[in-house]
């Protein structure tokens, strides 16, 4: 997630330049065969040209509000996972302390297994939302990207195994769903303390009730990660801004050659700048239709579950904290 004010001009220099240079020949293409091959005729009217335009900006816009719409929600799945991660390790704590039946040694002792659990299933989630799909970004400027957030990681499987007893570890290693199976443990063990009487009836259905919300949440996190944006729109939005910037300089040549021939080469900068509004529209909505591909503008997973690590670990009166990620190049990971 991109966290400075205005874009940096680097940023906007790797998503402009491919759109710029052809804005560029498309123009000098256009007065080249119509002042120096002399055919008139590619100077077509302006009025369906701009029939075009107008189509075109009303697809791109819709496309725009769902991409947004795909990353807002997915930045709402993991508010909500923050929050119930906290109201988890809270009730926790309140309950397993609270029971007459056991003791604050052996309390604290399952406190730290479940809450070192559900930060393992943070970073079993994670793993599967950086995991790559063939819908996704593979451009250099993408993979730069990815690079460095790798880069400022600590793999998800060294993390898992720090949080996971050996035997438990054991067990989900060869399971193609872990963050799942982490979730079933959970439920077990809370089982296992209601039978032991460490937890009444009321307090195993509250736990149990936040385990189903954060199976709630991964599998809203899942499901955005697994459905593409439609290739319908994106496929035809980038065809329909295409056709639009390939006709753009001949429906602009009836106005500047009114203007007189000394003017005409005013064509080209103004057919850039047309150009490159209509296409970095279709660019921000490209690169903010899949929230979990690592990029500048996705949603911030690992900073997210880092700030979650360090409150469950704050609740349990260590010290020993991880630090708190900082922005790479003003952006979180």
């Given at each position: 997630m991109y966290i400075n004010r205005y874009l940096s001009p680097v940023i906007v220099y790797y998503y402009s330049w491919r759109m710029v240079l052809f804005s560029i020949a498309t123009g000098s293409i256009a007065i080249f065969v119509y002042d120096y091959l002399n055919w008139k005729w590619v100077a077509i009217p302006w009025l369906p040209v701009s029939l075009v335009?107008?189509?075109?900006?009303?697809?791109?816009?819709?496309?725009?509000?769902?991409?947004?719409?795909?990353?807002?929600?997915?930045?709402?799945?993991?508010?909500?996972?923050?929050?119930?991660?906290?109201?988890?390790?809270?009730?926790?704590r309140s309950f397993t302390t609270c029971s007459p039946d056991s003791d604050n040694i052996s309390a604290a002792h399952e406190n730290r297994i479940i809450i070192y659990r559900h930060i393992a299933w943070l970073y079993a989630l994670k793993n599967t939302m950086v995991q790559r799909t063939n819908w996704e970004h593979t451009d250099r400027a993408s993979?730069?990207?990815?690079?460095?957030?790798?880069?400022?990681?600590?793999?998800?499987?060294?993390?898992?195994?720090?949080?996971?007893?050996?035997?438990?570890?054991?067990?989900?290693?060869?399971?193609?769903?872990?963050?799942?199976?982490?979730?079933?443990?959970?439920?077990?063990?809370?089982?296992?303390?209601?039978?032991?009487?460490?937890?009444d009836t009321y307090q195993h259905v509250a736990l149990q009730d936040l385990i189903s919300k954060l199976y709630d949440e991964q599998g809203k996190s899942e499901r955005i990660?697994?459905?593409?944006?439609?290739?319908?729109?994106?496929?035809?939005?980038?065809?329909?801004?295409?056709?639009?910037?390939?006709?753009?300089?001949?429906?602009?040549?009836?106005?500047?050659?009114?203007?007189?021939?000394?003017?005409?080469?005013?064509?080209?900068?103004?057919?850039?700048?047309?150009?490159?509004v209509f296409m970095f529209m279709e660019y921000v909505g490209d690169i903010s239709e899949n929230p979990f591909e690592g990029l500048l503008n996705d949603t911030p997973i690992s900073t997210i579950i880092r700030n979650i690590e360090i409150d469950l670990k704050e609740m349990l009166d260590e010290t020993d904290l991880p630090?708190?990620?900082?922005s790479y190049s003003g952006t979180l990971f």
């Open positions: 335009g107008t189509a075109t900006a009303f697809f791109v816009g819709f496309k725009n509000n769902q991409s947004y719409d795909r990353s807002w929600e997915a930045r709402k799945v993991w508010g909500a996972i923050t929050n119930h991660s906290r109201s988890f390790s809270a009730a926790v993979e730069r990207q990815r690079k460095a957030f790798r880069h400022s990681q600590v793999p998800c499987d060294v993390e898992i195994a720090k949080h996971l007893p050996e035997a438990e570890l054991a067990s989900i290693k060869d399971k193609k769903n872990q963050a799942t199976q982490i979730l079933d443990l959970q439920s077990q063990h809370i089982r296992d303390l209601r039978r032991a009487g460490s937890l990660k697994n459905t593409p944006f439609p290739r319908q729109y994106a496929t035809t939005s980038m065809l329909f801004i295409f056709i639009f910037m390939t006709l753009l300089p001949f429906g602009l040549l009836p106005q500047f050659v009114d203007l007189g021939e000394k003017y005409m080469f005013l064509l080209i900068p103004f057919n850039m700048i047309v150009s490159w630090a708190k990620f900082s």
